[in-house]
């Protein structure tokens, strides 16, 4: 795919501005398909989820990179074939509502969207040590699955900036954006050297002196996760465009 189109103006941004943390926050298990469908019950229509690779190469949809927390799993996910994966009962440890609800992969997520007209922010959370290997991956998957649907193509993120180097090789046309737990040195020189759209912050980085560094550099403005009325209060105020919540009962989408 690397080089077949160009990368999107940084004007291009189709996105709405809330996003359903892992597809419902914690209503539902989090990055499995009933948490999509619970976030788009509340009339979400953007979540946020996260992707590793198996160890056949299938991107699936996972935080951690162990299994302990939210499957009935052991070990460093990214070890195990999908058809190990596919087996897990990834809902128990939610509650005995969603026992047997297994893990998704990028694909089944990508189906859920299109057929609802959603959009997907697909962090790349790779298994330490593929970092490069897994942006590219995800990024490959989510060119072939959106080829039909550019109207909704996903927002690939990452933390990891090979992960993102590696989206922006084999996919340069997806829009990117580089996630941020602290402003450390470089991070501009970084996002603008990856070609990133939009930069994605732990919500309390953002002021207005953060906020104009941004903007006048281009960039869209998201933060994350934001549970409490005041945060989302005030980082409405300063204009920003995405707001990533685990509270898709208590924030309306439309607001």
């Not at 080089?3 to 914690?26: F, L, M, Q, T, V």
């Not at 070609?195 to 980085?205: E, G, M, T």
Request: net charge negative; glycine share 10%; charged share 20%.
């Amino acid at each position: 795919m690397s080089g077949s189109r160009e990368e999107k103006p940084a004007g291009a941004w189709p996105y709405p501005r809330w996003i359903a943390h892992r597809g419902a926050g914690k209503l539902a298990p989090e990055n499995t398909l009933a948490a999509f469908r619970m976030g788009a019950s509340h009339g979400y229509r953007m979540a946020e989820c996260d992707a590793k690779l198996s160890a056949d190469g299938v991107v699936f949809l996972l935080h951690d990179s162990t299994l302990e927390r939210t499957t009935n799993g052991q070990g460093v996910a990214g070890d195990l074939c999908w058809g190990e994966l596919s087996q897990l009962d990834a809902g128990g440890w939610h509650s005995r509502a969603f026992a047997g609800e297994p893990l998704a992969t990028l694909e089944a997520a990508a189906r859920h969207c299109q057929a609802n007209g959603h959009w997907l922010n697909i962090e790349i959370k790779p298994t330490p040590g593929t970092e490069l290997a897994t942006g590219r991956a995800v990024a490959e998957a989510a060119a072939r699955l959106w080829a039909n649907d550019a109207a909704h193509a996903p927002l690939l993120t990452s933390f990891q900036t090979d992960a993102l180097r590696g989206a922006q090789e084999t996919a340069p046309h997806l829009t990117r954006g580089l996630l941020l737990d602290t402003l450390w040195d470089g991070w501009m020189d970084s996002a603008m050297s990856l070609r990133c759209v939009a930069v994605v912050c732990n919500h309390a980085l953002w002021d207005t002196s953060t906020v104009h560094q941004a903007k006048a550099a281009g960039l869209r403005t998201l933060a994350y996760t934001v549970n409490d009325e005041w945060a989302a209060q005030r980082l409405l105020d300063l204009g920003l465009d995405g707001i990533i919540t685990d509270r898709v009962d208590l924030f309306p989408p439309d607001r």
